[in-house]
Every structure is written in C-alpha cells, then in structure tokens.
C-alpha cells in the first residue's frame, strides 16, 4: 500500500519562505509531484520530481530523496495568492495517491 | 484550449438511487482519472482509464464503476448511494500516463447524496 504523510497547516507571513514536507510508503515509486488547490477550485500541477535533488520553478522549488522516502516544496516570497491546499502525491504506475494535504495560510 | 470539463457540476440525490457523472479530457488526451475528495479521507484514487481500458483501480466497492469511450470521454457510475458517497468527485486528463506526465483537473462534481 502507499502512504504519506504532510502537516496538515502552515502558516506564513507574506514574502517569507515556507517548506512544506511529505514523507512517504510506497510500494512502487516512480516519483514524487506537487499539486495546489485553492477553496473552490481544481488542483493544478506543480512540479514533478523523479531523480534525487531540487527542482526550481521561479518561486516554487521541489526536492526528493528517494533514500529517505521524503520530499519537501519550497515556496518563496510568500503571496497572499499562495494561501491553499498543497498536495504530495506519488506517481506509482498509472495512478496518484495523494497525501491529506497541507492548508497553507499567508498573512499580509 | 478547452479544460477538462466535468458535467453536471452539482447533483443531489437519494439514497439508494444510482448516479452517473461525466468527464471530457482535453483534447487528444488519452488517459482519464477519477478521485474522490472528502474532507476526512481527502483525494483517494478510484480508477484511470486509457484507449477504453481500465488500467488500474483504487480501493472503492464495487458500486463504483467506470467507462471510457473511443473519443476518450469517460464517465463514472455509483449505484446504490450511501450518505457516506457525498464528496467532490474529480476527474483528472493525462497526455499519456508516464510517470511525471501533468494531470489536468475538471472543476469537479459535488455529490450530495441525502
């Protein structure tokens, strides 16, 4: 079976940095990926990360260590539109499990 | 282009009655996921459809079901509903399903089963 695990809050000051972690049990990985949702809305895709190390995408940045089974997204210069839900999930075979998510909260 | 798009965007039913919900990928995307989303159980993977197939399916009963059609339309069946069915039932569209390929999300059915 697959589990993972991420806090299910954080919350932040705009323009700071906030790291949100997710530690998993999977028994088939092929990667770890990113998703944001907002209230209301559909979550959308952040970052893919298959191979150890970090990802940067301007703001957002994603890391993995297979050998530890963890991963973090690192999101920079806090907005208040970065206020949302944010999702681990492993990509085993065809499908994603998720993790329960972390709300992430930024206050001006 | 067109998102994924997810019909009706809200339904109510009864107990016991069966629903069907639809989904269309983005065009000329193949593979077609569904997740369910509560606030207690969060997004649980229910099956991914690819060229017509069922290629996977999570841990759901078996009143959950699934189809995929020639144009990569898919549609999702739940028969005999239960309170506990009520959730955000979400579709997702992959170019193909390598690992790492972005899913892209419909806006979700809201299901409320009284």
């Known amino acids: 079976g697959q589990s993972l695990e991420q806090p299910s809050e954080v919350t932040a000051v705009e323009g700071a940095i906030v790291q949100i972690n997710c530690t998993y049990q999977t028994s088939g990985f092929y990667g770890l990926s990113w998703y944001q949702q907002h209230d209301g809305g559909a979550p959308t895709f952040l970052s893919y990360n298959a191979l150890d190390g970090l990802e940067e995408t301007g703001r957002f940045s994603s890391f993995l260590s297979r050998s530890d089974s963890y991963g973090y997204l690192l999101l920079q210069e806090l907005q208040m539109k970065d206020s949302a839900s944010y999702f681990c999930?492993?990509?085993?075979?065809?499908?994603?499990?998720f993790g329960g998510g972390t709300r992430l909260m930024v206050k001006p | 282009k067109a998102g994924v798009t997810q019909t009706p965007r809200y339904l109510i039913k009864t107990r016991g009655q069966q629903v069907t919900l639809s989904c269309s990928p983005i065009?000329?995307?193949?593979?077609v996921s569904w997740y369910q989303q509560t606030p207690g159980q969060g997004l649980q993977f229910l099956f991914e459809?690819?060229?017509?197939?069922?290629?996977n399916k999570g841990n759901f009963p078996g009143r959950f079901s699934g189809r995929q059609f020639s144009n990569s339309r898919s549609e999702m069946n739940v028969s005999t509903l239960e309170l506990g069915d009520s959730a955000l039932y979400l579709c997702?569209?992959?170019?193909?399903?390598?690992?790492?390929?972005?899913?892209?999300f419909g806006q979700g059915t809201r299901l409320t089963v009284v």
């Open positions: 999930a492993v990509n085993a075979g065809n499908m994603l499990t």
């Open positions: 997702a569209s992959s170019l193909d399903s390598s690992p790492g390929t972005e899913a892209f």
């Open positions: 459809y690819f060229s017509e197939t069922q290629r």
């Open positions: 065009s000329g995307h193949r593979s």
